[in-house]
């Protein structure tokens, strides 16, 4: 079975920190995929990766930036966390970014 | 702004056939439609996914008509279980290709 792990599955922070969300997967998927959901909008893409060290915006990356610097890991850096930032964060892999996407559990990210 | 369009809840007992639609415009060519099926404190999970006309596997069925405007997405005989939120996922084509989820819809299935 696909298995993508996120480093956290709650965490709160403080406005202005600097906060890294970690995601790994394990079945070598070339694409990872970093969304926010949020209660009446669903899910929105903030931004993917195709390929070690590639990077695409998505819908939103306003405030957001990532890093992937080893195939099976994916990280969201929000450099300056401000309240508007609290929501679900999921993280995806796949093949293709038109093929499947395997999600992790989410980490619920508090900001006070 | 192109985007997607599904019911925001649905409301149906244990045994009945439930279709949910999803509908969207300016879908990129030749690309696919995906559903997920999300549980509370779980991420999406895949269900389905179709090009055009129909496909069928052992959880569902999708139908997409000849002009891909929209997508339903067919879950026969549900169960307590099926209680869950359903997306559909499109690639759009404005500006640059775009992955985008739907909003989602509610499914509450009662006994």
């Known amino acids: 079975d696909v298995k993508v792990t996120q480093s956290s599955r709650y965490l709160v922070k403080r406005t202005g920190e600097k906060v890294f969300l970690e995601c790994v997967q394990d079945?070598?998927?070339?694409?990872m995929f970093w969304y926010r959901q949020d209660p009446g909008l669903g899910l929105r893409l903030i931004y993917f990766?195709?390929?070690?060290?590639?990077?695409e915006k998505g819908d939103i990356p306003e405030g957001y930036s990532v890093s992937r610097e080893k195939k099976e890991r994916f990280s969201l850096i929000l450099e300056s966390a401000s309240t508007n930032q609290t929501s679900m964060y999921l993280c995806?892999?796949?093949?293709?970014?038109?093929?499947?996407?395997?999600f992790g559990p989410g980490t619920r990210l508090l900001v006070l | 702004l192109a985007k997607t369009t599904q019911p925001i809840s649905m409301d149906s007992y244990e045994g009945q056939e439930v279709n949910i639609t999803c509908s969207h415009n300016n879908i990129a060519t030749n690309d696919y439609i995906t559903w997920y099926q999300q549980f509370p404190s779980q991420g999406p999970r895949f269900i389905i996914q179709g090009y055009k006309t129909k496909v069928t596997n052992e959880v569902a069925s999708l139908f997409i008509p000849a002009d891909r405007k929209s997508s339903t997405l067919s879950l026969p005989r549900v169960s307590l279980s099926d209680t869950a939120v359903y997306y559909c996922?499109?690639?759009?084509?404005?500006?640059?290709?775009?992955?985008?989820f739907g909003t989602g819809t509610r499914l509450q299935v009662f006994p």
């Open positions: 995806a892999s796949g093949s293709s970014y038109q093929e499947t996407q395997y």
């Open positions: 996922l499109v690639v759009l084509k404005y500006n640059t290709d775009k992955l985008i």
């Open positions: 990766s195709y390929d070690v060290k590639m990077k």
């Open positions: 079945m070598d998927h070339e694409n």
